[in-house]
Nanobody
């Protein structure tokens, strides 16, 4: 089965930077997209950034110009570089994978365990 392992979360001061990593392991036939979602206390989970197999990227308006998503296909790893962090970025960040595990199956969503990002003012 697929496992997503996240790292890079932590506590940072406003204006600082963090880089999140998410490594996918297991047998994967095809990755359609990888992305990052976040959920703050009392809020719904929202898409932060995503990147498709073709390299198309999408960002939430609130993070454009500050966050950058990238990938390393050889390592099945996706990164989220977060610069100029703000207190409102505080949330649990979840890695998301949409992929086929076999050529004859459809695509399914897989989720990481989540990593806490806390930005102090």
């Amino acid at each position: 089965q697929v496992q997503l392992v996240e790292s890079g979360g932590g506590l940072v001061q406003a204006g600082g930077s963090l880089r999140l990593s998410c490594a996918a392991s297991g047998s994967i036939f095809s990755i359609n997209a990888m992305g990052w979602y976040r959920q703050a206390p009392g809020k719904q989970r929202e898409l932060v950034a995503a990147i498709t197999s073709g390299g198309r990227m999408n960002y939430a308006d609130s993070v454009k110009g500050r966050f950058t998503i990238s990938r390393d296909n050889a390592k099945n790893t996706v990164y989220l570089q977060m610069n100029n962090l703000k207190p409102e970025d505080t949330a649990v960040y979840y890695c998301n994978l949409f992929a086929q595990l076999r050529w004859y199956t459809g695509g399914y969503d897989y989720w990481g365990q989540g990593t806490q990002v806390t930005v102090s003012s």
